[in-house]
């Protein structure tokens, strides 16, 4: 079983910086892709970042592009997202999946694993 914990939300205002962290363990971390989602209020979860298993392919959601990045560390079986040039639209529940593939596609489905989620709130 895939265990997956977020950390590192909070309280930030417009034009801050966060980074959100995802400690993985249970099923072989490198082997996976891994990706960011979040969840506004009323809306669907959508797809934010997402990382190849050996993290040498990246992608990213339009909204996001150029202001996060997305990373991994195999050997601490974690991985970042950091966020800056925050905007009060980025507020939401952030939650860090395992994939079902060492590629890192952008549909929910495709992750078989979440974390809890973290806050990040935006303030204007």
């Known amino acids: 079983q895939v265990q997956l914990v977020e950390s590192g939300g909070g309280l930030v205002q417009a034009g801050g910086s966060l980074r959100l962290s995802c400690a993985a363990s249970?099923?072989?971390?490198?082997?996976?892709?891994m990706g960011w989602f979040r969840q506004a209020p009323g809306k669907e979860r959508e797809f934010v970042a997402g990382?190849?298993?050996?993290?040498?392919?990246?992608n990213y959601a339009d909204s996001v592009k150029g202001r996060f990045t997305i990373s991994r560390d195999n050997a601490r079986n974690t991985v970042y997202l950091q966020m800056k040039g925050l905007k009060p639209e980025d507020t939401a529940v952030y939650y860090c999946?395992?994939?079902?593939?060492?590629?890192?596609?952008?549909?929910?489905?495709?992750?078989?694993?979440w974390g809890q989620g973290t806050q990040v709130t935006v303030s204007s």
């Open positions: 249970g099923r072989t971390f490198s082997s996976t892709a």
């Open positions: 990382i190849s298993w050996s993290g040498s392919i990246t």
């Open positions: 999946a395992s994939s079902t593939s060492t590629v890192a596609y952008t549909g929910v489905g495709r992750y078989d694993h």
